[in-house]
């Protein structure tokens, strides 16, 4: 139900002239509104009293703003409820936030999800730009994100991805579908167990790994909602939509799945892992207050690691292989480049990737056309500022609208072809310098996860690519469903499922 639809079911005509009169009475003073209106605000539409542009988001946001820009331009500010939003459409105007105006950007704005599912914003994503924030990025990036902490735990993904290839090897031989998304968040969890925890998180695949692949795809759409009680806070009482009800209570499921993984940790015995330092940071003597990590902050950080971890590397692969499946040229010619460079005796490496010119397009192309994040996690400014000559008050909410980027035709070529052939000869790079092209974000608050995904949407991709034939199982008149389902992470609306035939011989099928 759209955020439209939700007001005029629940809202009677009487609360609502109540609510504006409220609204009206709790609002900034009409002289200040008429100082900031007289200081040119980027343009955009009018909206409704009480929830202003909010109704005109619908169902698809990332959309809807992508098709208002091309009215009101690459910097357009929509009021939504009492906060402003100002939203970024194209590379330049992006450029001017994440990177000429990045330390005034470089907070987030408080909302439901930190709240409820981010133990009170505790962790990674949503803490406050500060030394606390800083120590949680710095002990991920030493202990597990970063590049000489990712070669350290290679042999981790080339083990989980045995065990992957093994249990699709086997659906083969029995004739079963493999439900792609399903089977890439089993290995991708373990991937995460392993380094986190020294363990693998789910020894099979079954019940278990489906509710948490099912708790994650929860949390990263409900996340993702425009929450009317955000932007009206004197409606946030009501829960209008029954988002905050669902977020708490998957707060609820989540908080005992990782109590549970942190009492199974301290019982075992285990070689130093990334939990073992940053519970090291908890304890240090030497620390300040704010560096301090507290139970809460651990939790949340775990959050966020399992859950952005799995989710948008995986979504990315999906994506990946559905274009793929619905362009068969596509998959018969990367395959035969990794014929080529890795033969079909052994297992394709990681250290095989850079070889592979036309797979890291493939990749590259993904990213600029199924975006794991949409419009960009959301960031405020912390004081007024100019962009473009429009002033941008204190207190603006922002969102760059990174799908609108990766679909923009006069920066793309024919924008809505998946096209992997634009991006062989290109120097432009994923990792957040370059602004047409940023799945991940950019600036200080850029994922920290960015290498960490572009590593395992190469080499999972690549992997699944040369060891097996694909063919689709879900399509409709051999036409691929590819509609989206909105959320933090964009994902599949249908999701990919497919038989696959081995490529190679039989012990490259093992763990």
């Not at 209008?240 to 708490?248: A, F, N, S, T």
């Not at 634009?422 to 950019?442: C, I, Q, T, W």
Request: proline share 5%; charged share 25%; glycine share 6%.
């Amino acid at each position: 139900m759209t955020v439209a639809t939700t007001l005029v079911v629940v809202l009677s005509r009487e609360l609502l002239l109540y609510v504006l009169v409220v609204y009206i009475l709790v609002s900034k003073s009409l002289s200040t509104i008429i100082v900031v209106s007289r200081k040119r605000l980027p343009p955009g539409p009018t909206g409704f009293p009480v929830v202003g542009a909010l109704p005109l988001l619908g169902s698809m946001p990332h959309v809807a703003l992508a098709k208002m820009a091309k009215k009101y331009g690459p910097v357009m500010y929509l009021k939504t409820g009492t906060l402003g939003m100002v939203v970024a459409s194209t590379p330049s105007s992006a450029r001017a936030f994440l990177k000429t105006l990045d330390s005034n950007f470089s907070n987030r704005p408080a909302n439901a999800g930190a709240t409820h599912l981010a133990y009170g914003a505790q962790d990674m994503v949503f803490a406050p730009y500060g030394p606390r924030w800083r120590l949680l990025r710095r002990l991920s990036n030493l202990h597990m994100l970063g590049g000489k902490a990712l070669d350290g735990w290679a042999n981790v993904r080339a083990s989980e991805l045995g065990h992957m290839l093994e249990a699709m090897n086997r659906a083969s031989r029995e004739g079963e579908v493999v439900v792609v998304p399903e089977m890439l968040v089993y290995a991708m969890a373990n991937m995460i167990g392993q380094v986190i925890l020294s363990r693998r998180v789910f020894v099979t695949k079954g019940e278990e790994v489906n509710e948490f692949k099912d708790m994650v795809v929860e949390l990263m759409t409900s996340a993702g909602y425009f929450n009317i009680g955000d932007f009206v806070p004197i409606l946030a009482w009501m829960d209008l939509q029954g988002i905050e009800r669902g977020m708490k209570a998957l707060h609820k499921k989540f908080d005992k799945l990782i109590t549970r993984m942190l009492e199974q940790h301290e019982a075992s015995a285990h070689k130093p892992d990334f939990l073992d330092a940053i519970i090291a940071a908890s304890l240090d003597d030497y620390s300040s207050e704010e560096e301090r990590l507290s139970t809460s902050n651990i939790k949340a950080l775990l959050l966020n690691l399992f859950t952005a971890g799995t989710d948008t590397s995986s979504s990315t692969i999906e994506w990946a292989l559905s274009e793929m499946l619905k362009k068969g040229k596509i998959l018969k010619r990367a395959q035969e480049e990794m014929d080529r460079v890795v033969g079909r005796e052994r297992r394709l490496v990681e250290s095989d990737i850079e070889k592979l010119g036309y797979l890291k397009a493939i990749c590259k192309e993904t990213f600029r056309k199924h975006p794991s994040t949409p419009l960009n996690l959301p960031r405020i400014s912390s004081e007024a500022c100019v962009v473009n000559g429009h002033y941008i008050p204190k207190g603006t909410r922002l969102s760059v609208n990174i799908w609108a980027i990766g679909r923009d035709p006069e920066v793309w070529e024919d924008p809505l072809e998946f096209n992997p052939d634009r991006f062989l000869h290109s120097k432009m790079d994923p990792r957040g310098n370059d602004f047409e092209l940023m799945p991940f974000g950019a600036g200080r608050r850029i994922c920290a996860g960015t290498r960490m995904g572009i590593v395992l949407v190469e080499y999972i991709l690549a992997t699944l690519v040369h060891s097996f034939d694909w063919k689709a199982a879900d399509q409709d008149n051999n036409i691929m469903n590819m509609e989206e389902a909105f959320g933090i992470a964009l994902q599949k609306a249908t999701p990919l499922k497919a038989l696959v035939t081995p490529r190679l011989p039989l012990h490259c099928y093992l763990p």
